[in-house]
């Protein structure tokens, strides 16, 4: 049965990132439109899987390879947000501000009650509870 299905899948494009976000795009309008009556209105949420499933099964891999980095592209600094974000959340030691300034991200240790923070590329100064 694996082999049979290594076989098929032999010179086709597979999974990616593009395909990734596909599938959780159409879980979350799956269950957006499954709040409505008509049938015809939930089955929309079934094209961002037939989409994911075509370019999975395709075997024009030039094409899929340059969907996929088209798409890292634009998701690029969504993609660094969130990260960024995760790294801040997962961080117990330190907490984050933005200077008011220049908005950069500052990171001070917690547990140290009101403290004057000074931002190393603009020189502002502003006081933060920690």
Same mark, same amino acid.
């Given at each position: 049965m694996l082999d049979k299905l290594r076989k098929f899948m032999y010179g086709r494009y597979g999974n990616d990132q593009l395909n990734l976000a596909l599938v959780i795009f159409g879980c979350v309008l799956t269950l957006f439109l499954s709040f409505f009556d008509a049938a015809f209105i939930r089955y929309l949420g079934l094209i961002p899987y037939i989409v994911a499933a075509?370019?999975?099964? @395709?075997?024009? !891999?030039?094409?899929? +390879?340059?969907?996929?980095?088209?798409?890292?592209? !634009? @998701?690029?600094?969504?993609?660094?947000?969130? !990260?960024?974000?995760?790294? +801040?959340? +997962? /961080?117990? /030691?330190?907490?984050?501000?933005?200077?008011?300034? =220049?908005?950069?991200?500052?990171?001070?240790?917690?547990?140290?009650?009101?403290?004057?923070?000074?931002?190393?590329? =603009?020189s502002t100064e502003f006081i933060k509870k920690t």
């Open positions: 075509c370019r999975m099964l @395709s075997k024009n !891999i030039a094409k899929r +390879q340059q969907e996929n980095l088209k798409f890292l592209k !634009i @998701s690029a600094p969504w993609r660094q947000f969130i !990260i960024k974000k995760v790294k +801040q959340f +997962q /961080d117990k /030691d330190h907490k984050y501000y933005q200077c008011p300034k =220049c908005h950069n991200t500052l990171r001070v240790p917690k547990g140290r009650g009101k403290i004057k923070i000074s931002c190393p590329h =603009c």
